[in-house]
């Protein structure tokens, strides 16, 4: 059992369902640390979603409007029991005003809008192609982002989200013939009232396109995964360039990389219509459904790479991205550049727009402490910032590993997570190179003050999130010696920087902040780092524990 001694508050488990009553951003309050379960299975039914909070939660986006954090999710939960919502069960939602403690709100519908099936033949009479009737197309409802913006006088949020169609054309043992295979949408919604679930559709965006031409969607035979499409319409992020007042869309899924299309600020479609979604080369597809920004490796069209998400921050672009099957392996990298448009580069100069290889650092990873059944899963994020605080935060799901609790399903299990994120330096020599990585604990609303070193002095648990296909890194215990020396997970030197927060172990440098241990039972304060190792392919976790 981990130990919560003297510097550390514990909840008292008899208060009940923690209530954090300061916003993020102000510094008093009565903090309790919240207690809702992350096994959320006993209240998994609809009839109880009053009572999940974060539970239930699939690749979030999440804007501030109107007072609130809302949140709005991809179409899932345990069960599918979203799907017995008699109101806008489609991209469900939450709010908070706390980051902390969120309420349910309806998604923007209940159903498919009618330009989704409209456009979809439209393209398959281009192609000379039977339509799909309407009552016989499967729908998938996928990855909204959702921001603030201005249009027209009136301040509203606006969400892009996709829908997929999954009718195949299909023969054989994969069945695919050539003539149709799954197609993605992004359309558009705008809401001034996203409480009560009214959302004003604004129709068709941009779709999948090929640049195989208008017979090019084939897999090309039987177990052939070269891609089919250049860009895959899925996983949108919305961007507001605030110094040129610019908005773009970036996009894309697995198949070619991520692609930046330019936006018209008051319409939110396209500056250039997209046409038809395909042509004979990739540069003349790319003057219509944008340009290449980022891709995992060039010569694949079938890469474990999706859900980009971007940020400016001190000169940069950061663009945020998720690595690989979103079941356990799932994982977050992010690469940079001075220009929107790329080169994006990640922390050893590796040019991800041009498709190098694996890019790092890592944002997060699936991990583990000594107690708990740890996290997997744990990517697709957005970044959003505290306007009040100016502390930036990540937030995506997590899925708990199979068989926790005797669960043999509890991998579907997805529990939103919170994170602060802290920038840190690349290495000691280099503490104005600074790079963002999430926090090993989830935000619970804790005052934010200083860490003296004397609070260092302990036992701690260190994670080395070191990149594995499908594998928990886990924590090894680690001294922090009041002579300045390690022994255990690191061993040398350390020392502390109590103004600036940065903790030197060794040759890396990690940030120290206060977060609560979300493991420990009861939960309670503790501090914790995070940063970059040596090696800056690790990362480093740490929570103290003594």
Known sequence: ??????????????????IITRPPGETDGDVRIPDYPDD?????????????????????????YDGYYYMFCTDASYGNEHLKATRGKHFPGKRSKDLVNWTYV??????????????????????????????????GFWAPVVRTVTVGGRTVLRMYYCIVVNNCIKTGALGYDGSWTERAFIGMCESSDP????????????????????????????????GYFYYNAIDPTYFIDEGSGRHYL???????????????PQSGKTLVGPGDPWSDSADELSSRFGIRVATRTSGSRWQGSEAPELIFKDGYYYLFMAYDALDVPYNTRVVRSERIEGPYLDITGRNCTNGRGDCYPI????????????????????????????????????RLPSGVNGNAYSNALMMGHVRRIVWCPKSPSELDNLWPI???????????????????????????????????????????????????????????????????LGDSIVCVEREADWEASPRCETIVYAGIGSDPSVTLWGKKVQ
């Open 1 to 18: 059992m981990l130990l919560c001694l003297a510097a550390f508050s514990c909840q008292d488990p008899s208060q009940g369902t923690g």
């Open 40 to 64: 959320y299975s006993d209240i998994a039914s609809w009839e109880n979603h009053g009572k999940w909070n974060l539970a239930n939660v699939h690749d979030p986006s999440i804007a501030y």
């Open 106 to 139: 309806p998604g923007p519908m209940n159903e498919a809008p009618a330009w989704v099936a409209d456009s979809l033949n439209s393209i398959r009479s281009r192609m000379g192609l039977d339509p799909i009737p309407e009552a016989s197309i499967d729908y």
């Open 195 to 226: 409480a009560d679930g009214v959302w004003e559709d604004k129709g068709y965006v941009i779709c999948s396109s090929s640049d195989k031409g208008p017979d090019g969607w084939s897999r090309n035979g039987e177990g052939d995964w070269d």
């Open 250 to 264: 970036i996009y894309g899924s697995w198949h070619s990389g991520f692609a930046l299309v330019e936006l018209d």
């Open 363 to 398: 944002v997060t990873h699936p991990y583990r402490f000594s107690e708990g059944a740890g996290w997997v899963g744990f990517s697709h994020c957005c970044l959003f910032q505290d306007e009040i605080s100016g502390d930036w935060f990540y937030s995506s799901q997590a």
């Open 438 to 504: 999430a926090l090993p604990e989830r935000y619970a609303g804790l005052p934010d003050t200083k860490v003296s070193r004397d609070e260092l002095v302990g036992v701690w648990e260190h994670i080395d999130l070191r990149y594995s296909y499908g594998v928990q890194d886990e924590s090894r215990q680690l001294s922090l010696k009041e002579d300045g020396t390690m022994a255990g997970a690191l061993t040398g030197n350390w020392s502390y920087d109590e103004d600036t927060g940065y903790l030197t």
